[in-house]
């Protein structure tokens, strides 16, 4: 028995509609004759019969809708009883290609496996591949770090940062998150301080500023001022070093074969931990800020930076520092400059101290200011006309 | 300069030296183009050709693209070596069914038996005015067509050397020339003959950036990085070159060392090539990424006639020094 | 305001400019600024938490009377 | 039908007269089968049948030598058949199959055989015509004086590469010979409806190309004409153009309902069946016998049957191979 299947007239073709049969059963058929009518997407199709015989049933009735490969009619095949086993097409469909075997193919092997996550989950962080993959590699959790790239993504330049900020001696590290930052921060000095001292040849110039116009300007100034918006005289220090590095601008560069000036003028401010170590960041414009502005600055920046809270970029954009020598009587500080700059001014405290003018002498409040600079980028006459300028600027509190 | 002699040349008579050599080289070799041989080539490329080596191997051919450059692959088929010049590459759209179906395509669908050797060179590219119809750049159509080998010859070393190298390959060659750099002089080696077909090269090395580019963004691109090293940035410059196949190992090499990546091209910046390199560099060099991939491209319009316009659709130096300055100044 | 009081209201004001240190450690007559580390800027703060706590305005020629605990509840209890 | 030249039939002796028809009914049968073996999806893709159209394929191999190029359409089955490719390596290449002759990569539109110099099945129509000049031309430069033979359809003329490619050939005096099979229907579009002048030859004429036509049903004026069209080439080294009045007995393709012709006009046609048509008049000149008809129908019936169990046997090629053929290295 040989059967006849709805016939598959084009790879679009899903089905056919039986129209009309031309046969019935008992019918003889041969090679080629219309067996029926069948209607597809493409109209009214004649179709053929392959094998020879007599058609024995008809299985499905006209005006049916089959599936292509569904069984039409039966024929009892012509000639001897079982025709030819080979002269039979075997129907299966070859099993082929397995569809896993062409998605291969088609997928290019990605080079790199993709790395399991293995930070927990935190809101989504803005971090490059490169920072996130040497962050994973140095165990830096970026989760606190503010990035300093476009759109405060976190960037290579970050996440350096923190790992000189982490032990560098790989000391096991123990005790709080205080203490870990704590030990991180005296590590960020020591290879701060050893890069300077390898690599910049310091100079030392010092002079000796009379603060009485300062200190009267500030006393009257905070007598009119409420008692928390009251001014320091460190904010005169900041002022009179930004107006000075507009008149010297030499101070306020990086050296990379040839002196780079820089075209803004960050401050550092050095703030000293109480457990020891210091943390500098950065003031930015500061000649663009008052002395009051520059006050609320302080305000937020230094218990910040106190609490070890401070964003990386704040840490690393000065262009110059200054330090002082804070509490007790010590009287002068010589600074170590912090690379790649090439400038650092040290204020001593205001003490009271003879003072000789105009052949008299009398008591003035002084204070003792050096400049640390980068002999292969400024020497003695630069260091000496912004230190003059500085002198200048604190006569005159207030153009400040 | 290292102490070899070098000769001073423009990009037309790097060209031509080119056709010349290969000419002389291999008598099999025949130039075919409308226009090479009496009128001495649309742009003075093939002048004088056509005394020396007579009409039989300097053909000049009729207006239709489809018709003799299907006859020039066939003649490659039929054993010859035929360089078909296609005027410009706005041309080469009628030849296309020739080129895609026939050339790229017989030995895949002949199963191996049938080698289609020919090399079509087509002048591209922007410039002079040239309006919408003559100023294409179809570089990123052709180098998406399996079968081909894409070139680009972005400066005169290639203008010199890569017609001879093509015409060694068993497969189609399709080099993209370019009428803006034709006038340009620079110097080449003076032995400066065949060139790798297949590599990309780095022009320019540097460390803060890699410009990856080719055909007329090469120089632009060296002349950016030249103006940059003022401003204290170090630009690394990659030369595609080969189009179809591309060379991912120099570019991620680049990317690696760098970080940052600008890439810039004359064609529109949709389905562009240079959306085909930020895909492999995701695929390949993602780790190595300190900035999203920025890239300078055509701007998507049919190219305006007035001058100022068709400057301003396509980057420009002064483009590429700004988009690399922001680039570094935000970290 | 008793003196024990005063003084607990102190190490508050203290605590909150310098969280690690233990006020319990001050004598009597001890230089706070100098025990506590404290600079012109911490010190700055202390006087404002002296204002906030007690309303006292303490003018600047006044910051050398309240150098130790002593001097300082003393200055407290004359200016209220 | 219009006027065609009528050709004289020279005496046709029995064993030539025989290879002929074994010809033409392997084609036929050929066809019916790959018809068959559609409908059980074991060819996909396109698949268009040359039954009718034999006497042309068959009349026009016998005067083209081993040298000559052959290059064809989609409908290449004939051709195919009739150059010598094996019909094992056809029906392999149907299936897909890495045994076929282009490798399984091409299917029934490009089948290739580089040793019968058989340059493929085209199937962007007209493209391969400026193939041929060019392969023409090579020949030309490297003093070689074979023929390229292209064939091409109707249909294919109302294309630019046609003109083009007529006019270069002319142009360039080089050795191809233009053979349209005109089969009255450019897929659905019937000649009236594609060319505005129906006397097809008169194209060549304005190239100045050699130009004929001749009965595309009977295989003995086929012969004939391309014997006479061939020599004209080989001598000359000029191109000629030769329409073969033609017609398909099955649709286009295999999914096509051939709403554009009535039955009426195909069985008109079926009346002028190529086989029969040499079949009769050898038995009317007692060149062969019936039994002679029979022993060739059983012998092309067990040549299909190989040639479908060839196919049947066949590999598909692994997956990791896809991208190759692309370059040849």
């Given amino acids: 028995m040989v059967e006849f299947r709805m016939p598959s007239l084009g790879a679009d073709m899903e089905d056919g509609t039986l129209v009309e049969w031309r046969v019935k059963s008992g019918d003889t058929v041969k090679r080629g004759d219309i067996i029926a009518d069948v209607d597809t997407q493409k109209g009214l199709i004649e179709i053929e019969v392959f094998d020879e015989g007599t058609i024995d049933q008809l299985v499905i009735k006209e005006g049916e809708k089959v599936p292509v490969g569904t069984v039409m009619a039966t024929i009892t095949p012509a000639g001897e009883k079982i025709s030819s086993k080979k002269e039979t097409i075997p129907i299966k469909k070859e099993t082929v290609i397995t569809e896993k075997a062409k998605a291969d193919a088609k997928k290019e092997p990605i080079k790199q496996p993709l790395k399991e996550g293995s930070t927990e989950s935190h809101d989504r962080i803005k971090i490059s591949p490169l920072a996130k993959k040497i962050a994973e590699e140095k165990g830096i959790d970026f989760s606190t770090i503010k990035g300093s790239g476009v759109e405060g993504i976190i960037v290579k330049k970050d996440i350096d940062l923190a790992v000189n900020m982490k032990v560098e001696s790989h000391v096991e590290v123990t005790g709080s998150k205080k203490e870990i930052a704590t030990q991180g921060v005296r590590a960020a000095i020591a290879s701060a301080m050893s890069r300077s001292n390898r690599e910049i040849p310091h100079f030392y110039l010092e002079t000796r500023i009379d603060m009485s116009n300062a200190l009267d300007w500030l006393k009257e100034t905070n007598k009119a001022r409420e008692l928390k918006d009251r001014l320091l005289s460190v904010v005169l220090f900041i002022k009179a070093m930004a107006k000075a590095i507009n008149e010297v601008p030499e101070v306020n560069a990086y050296w990379e074969n040839g002196l780079k000036l820089k075209d803004v003028i960050n401050i550092g401010f050095a703030v000293s931990l109480r457990e020891g170590g210091v943390v500098i960041p950065a003031i930015p414009n500061a000649e663009q800020k008052s002395p009051s502005e520059l006050m609320t600055f302080l305000k937020d920046l230094i218990p910040r930076a106190r609490a070890l809270k401070l964003r990386s970029s704040e840490l690393s954009e000065s262009t110059i520092t200054l330090t002082s020598v804070g509490e007790g009587n010590v009287d002068k500080v010589f600074g170590v400059i912090y690379p790649p700059q090439v400038a650092i001014l040290g204020f001593g405290n205001i003490v009271e101290e003879a003072w000789a003018e105009n052949e008299a002498i009398n008591a003035r409040p002084v204070v003792h200011v050096t400049l640390a600079a980068d002999h292969r980028a400024i020497d003695g006459y630069l260091g000496g006309r912004f230190l003059t300028a500085l002198k200048n600027n604190l006569q005159n509190p207030a153009e400040l | ?331 | 305001m008793k003196d024990q009081e005063l003084k607990g209201t102190i190490f508050e004001i203290l605590r909150k400019i310098a969280p690690d240190i233990d006020p319990e450690e001050l004598e009597m007559d001890d230089n706070i600024r100098e025990v506590f580390g404290i600079d012109s800027f911490d010190f700055l703060q202390f006087i404002i938490g002296l204002d906030d706590e007690f309303g006292i305005k303490t003018p600047e020629e006044d910051y050398g009377k309240i150098t130790t605990l002593n001097a300082l509840t003393t200055y407290i209890k004359s200016s209220k | 039908m219009e006027k065609e030249e009528i050709y004289t039939h020279p005496t046709i002796d029995r064993e030539h007269g025989l290879a002929l028809l074994h010809q033409m009914i392997l084609i036929r049968r050929f066809e019916e089968k790959s018809a068959e073996l559609y409908t059980k999806e074991k060819i996909r893709g396109f698949l268009h049948l040359y039954i009718g159209e034999e006497a042309v394929a068959v009349g026009a191999m016998q005067s083209l030598t081993d040298d000559d190029n052959i290059l064809s359409t989609y409908r290449e089955h004939g051709h195919a058949l009739a150059r010598g490719v094996d019909p094992g390596s056809i029906m392999a290449e149907m299936y897909g199959k890495l045994e076929g002759c282009s490798k399984g990569r091409g299917g029934s539109m490009h089948l290739f055989d580089v040793d019968k110099k058989f340059y493929g099945g085209n199937a962007i129509v007209g493209g391969h015509l400026p193939l041929a000049v060019g392969m023409a031309l090579a020949s030309k430069k490297q003093q070689q004086h074979n023929i390229t033979c292209c064939f091409f359809g109707e249909g294919a003329m109302a294309e630019g590469e046609f003109h083009e490619s007529m006019n270069l050939a002319a142009l360039w005096k080089v050795r191809v010979l233009f053979l349209c099979e005109n089969n009255l229907y450019g897929m659905g579009t019937a000649l009236r409806f594609s060319h505005s002048v129906l006397e097809l030859e008169k194209k060549g004429v304005a190239y100045g190309v050699e130009s004929a036509t001749v009965n595309g049903m009977d295989v003995l004026e086929v012969k004939n004409a391309v014997e006479k069209a061939t020599a004209y080439i080989r001598s000359t080294g000029k191109p000629y153009f030769l329409v073969c009045n033609t017609y398909r007995f099955k649709a286009h393709s295999m999914f096509d309902a051939q709403l554009y012709r009535e039955k009426k006009e195909v069985n008109a046609w079926k009346e002028r069946d190529p086989i029969p048509t040499l079949s009769n008049q050898l038995l009317k000149n007692k060149i062969i016998s019936q039994k002679d008809i029979d022993a060739v129908e059983e012998r092309v019936k067990t040549e299909v049957q190989k040639a479908v169990d060839f196919a049947e046997e066949g590999t598909f090629e692994p997956i990791e191979e896809l991208t190759k053929f692309v370059y040849s290295k």
């Fill in chain 2, 1 to 331: 300069m290292n102490d070899k002699t070098t000769l001073k040349l423009t990009y037309r008579e790097a060209l031509k030296q080119g056709i010349h050599e290969a000419m002389i080289n291999n008598d099999k070799v025949f130039l075919m183009g409308e226009d090479v041989g009496r009128y001495g080539g649309a742009f003075g490329v093939s002048k004088g050709f056509l005394e020396e080596f007579g009409e039989d191997r300097i053909m000049d051919v009729p207006l239709s693209e489809s018709g003799f450059v299907g006859a020039g692959i066939g003649a490659a088929l039929g054993g010859m070596q035929p360089i078909v010049e296609v005027m410009t590459v706005n041309f080469s759209l009628l030849a296309l069914d020739q080129i895609i179906n026939n050339a790229s395509t017989l030995l895949h669908m002949s199963g191996g038996q049938i080698n289609v050797p020919v090399v079509i060179r087509m002048n591209s590219g922007i410039g002079s005015q040239l309006a919408a119809q003559h100023s294409h750049s179809w570089e990123p159509f052709y180098a998406h067509v399996p079968g081909l080998k894409v070139v680009s010859a972005g400066t005169h070393e290639d203008a010199r050397g890569m017609l001879l190298t093509a015409l060694e390959s068993p497969d189609p060659v399709v080099i993209f020339e370019y009428t803006s750099l034709l006038n340009m002089e620079s110097e080449i080696q003076s032995d400066s003959g065949a060139v790798d077909i297949h590599k990309a090269k780095v022009r320019r090395e540097g460390k803060d950036l890699t410009i990856i580019t080719y055909g007329p963004g090469v120089y632009k691109a060296l002349a950016a990085a030249e103006e940059l090293t003022s401003s204290g940035v170090d630009v690394e410059v990659v030369d595609l070159r080969a189009l179809r196949p591309i060379d991912n190992g120099t570019i991620m090499n680049s990317v690696a060392k760098t970080h940052r990546v600008l890439i810039v091209e004359e064609a529109w910046r949709s389905v562009s090539i240079s959306s085909e390199i930020i895909s492999r560099i995701m695929e390949n060099a993602f780790f190595d990424l300190d900035a999203p991939i920025q890239r300078l491209c055509g701007v998507e319009v049919p190219i305006p006639y007035p001058k100022h316009l068709e400057d301003a659709s396509i980057p420009q130096k002064e483009d590429i020094v700004d988009s690399v300055l922001k680039m570094i100044q935000n970290g």
